[in-house]
């Protein structure tokens, strides 16, 4: 069963840095692109940035360019988005999702983590 | 970026009805489109990939049609569980975009 868990949500100051996980399970997680997708309380998902399955290729929406940065350990099945200067708009659940091969839509999503971004 | 307009933002219906919800694109997406349901506090699952691919699991009730930039999601007979919001995608090219959602309501 495919299964993806997503870790290290939390309440952060304007201007600071998180770092989010998504475990994955199930299956070859090195056979598949990952995306990172958030949705603002109350809003609509939103596409934040993506990575091949070796890891060699990224992509960012412009909102996030500059200041996240995705990454992946294959030998530990495990997704990562770095995320500094972070702003209120920034505020959001965060869900990884996994991509089937050759395509570009989302066939698995995580549960999701609360990102808050207060003073 | 390719923008993704749905309609109608709301729908109310009844068990039983027929429901249509459609997405356009700004330029041709071919059939590169996908359809998400969300119900509260979950996340999205897919239903449509393809434009009219029903995702392995997904109740026939559920269909997809459309190709360029016109595309419909139709639920056949709307059932309690088919309450929710629906998304649509564009997986035609880089960034990729959703739809605003449309919100299933009960009549």
């Known amino acids: 069963e495919v299964q993806l868990v997503e870790s290290g949500g939390g309440l952060v100051q304007p201007g600071g840095s998180l770092r989010l996980s998504c475990a994955a399970s199930?299956?070859?997680?090195?056979?598949?692109?990952m995306h990172w997708v958030r949705q603002a309380p109350g809003k609509g998902l939103e596409y934040v940035s993506a990575?091949?399955?070796?890891?060699?290729?990224?992509y960012y929406a412009n909102s996030v360019k500059g200041r996240f940065t995705i990454s992946r350990d294959n030998s530990k099945n495990t997704l990562y988005l770095q995320m500094g200067s972070l702003r209120a708009e920034d505020m959001a659940v965060y869900y990884c999702?996994?991509?089937?091969?050759?395509?570009?839509?989302?066939?698995?999503w995580g549960q999701g983590t609360l990102v808050t971004v207060s003073s | 970026d390719i923008q993704m307009t749905q309609s109608p933002s709301s729908v109310s219906a009844s068990v039983g009805d027929r429901v249509t919800i459609t997405c356009r694109a700004s330029?041709?997406?071919?059939?590169?489109l996908a359809w998400y349901q969300q119900k509260p506090g979950k996340a999205p699952k897919l239903l449509i990939y393809?434009?009219?691919s029903l995702q392995s699991g997904v109740p026939s009730r559920f269909s997809g049609s459309g190709s360029g930039t016109d595309f419909t999601l139709t639920i056949s007979s709307l059932q309690p569980e088919d309450f929710a919001t629906y998304y649509c995608?564009?997986?035609?090219?880089?960034?990729?975009?959703f739809g605003g959602g449309t919100k299933v309501e009960i009549k």
């Open positions: 199930g299956f070859t997680f090195s056979n598949y692109a």
């Open positions: 990575i091949s399955g070796n890891g060699g290729s990224t």
């Open positions: 995608q564009q997986a035609n090219s880089f960034p990729l975009t």
């Open positions: 393809g434009a009219s």
């Open positions: 999702a996994r991509v089937p091969v050759g395509l570009i839509h989302y066939d698995y």
């Open positions: 330029q041709g997406i071919s059939s590169w």
